[in-house]
């Protein structure tokens, strides 16, 4: 069985710095893939960024960068030049085989402010 | 990306009815959708695998007489709650997993149905 931790349940950043969301997980799985997601109050769930185990580089979209170290087993997410709309849940989740359902880390709210 | 549709997006019921969701992917076919359940504050749980043309697969924990899931074609699939009760209430949410082959990774998620039983 596979486990996502999120051990941050909430950050308060300033408007322009750059934040780092913590993941760790735990798989005896050696293909996996590991995602973000954002969710803001609304309830939906918008994708930020993926991951694959076998993946060299760290991914990055945008200001949204996954800061990948396998043998820790730590995907942390990495926002840049953070913004007033980046306020909302974020959630570390991760998949293994081809058909599995994600599984997901507890969340971290993060409140970006002015 | 995907768009995943889902209806009702809120639906409030008396203890005892049965309330149907739907979920439908419109832009590609999804041969597999999941089902999660959210509750306040906390984080997403994943219910049931749907596949097309299959019986779901529940997880551990989850009744499958409770939360019957119906995966009739390639862009839909329901979950049925039946006879709800309020603990039943909770943030339903909906995923489509592309086919092989495309260039997404992702899953991609309804809107979700937050469902309150009275």
């Known amino acids: 069985a596979q486990k996502i931790t999120q051990t941050q349940p909430g950050m308060f950043v300033q408007e322009k710095e750059a934040v780092t969301l913590d993941c760790t997980y735990d798989?005896?799985?050696?293909?996996?893939?590991l995602f973000w997601y954002k969710q803001p109050s609304s309830g939906e769930m918008i994708f930020l960024i993926y991951q694959g185990s076998y993946d060299e580089q760290n991914a990055t979209e945008g200001r949204y960068s996954l800061n990948f170290q396998k043998a820790r087993k730590s995907a942390n997410l990495v926002i840049s030049a953070s913004q007033l709309g980046d306020s909302a849940m974020y959630f570390c989740a991760m998949t293994t085989g081809g058909a599995d359902g994600l599984t997901f880390g507890k969340g971290t709210h993060l409140i970006i402010q002015p | 990306g995907a768009v995943v549709s889902q209806h009702p997006s809120r639906v409030i019921c008396k203890s005892g009815t049965s309330v149907k969701i739907e979920c439908r992917s419109l832009?590609?076919?999804?041969?597999?959708m999941f089902w999660y359940r959210q509750f306040p504050k906390q984080s997403l749980m994943l219910m049931a695998t749907s596949n097309e043309g299959s019986k779901a697969t529940y997880e551990q924990g989850v009744e499958k007489d409770k939360f019957l899931i119906n995966h009739a074609s390639l862009t839909l699939s329901t979950l049925t709650v039946t006879s709800a009760h309020p603990e039943d209430s909770s943030f339903y949410i909906c995923s489509a997993r592309p086919p092989p082959g495309l260039p997404y990774n992702e899953q991609f998620f309804g809107p979700g149905t937050r469902l309150t039983v009275l």
């Open positions: 798989t005896s799985d050696q293909s996996y893939g």
């Open positions: 832009d590609f076919q999804a041969t597999t």
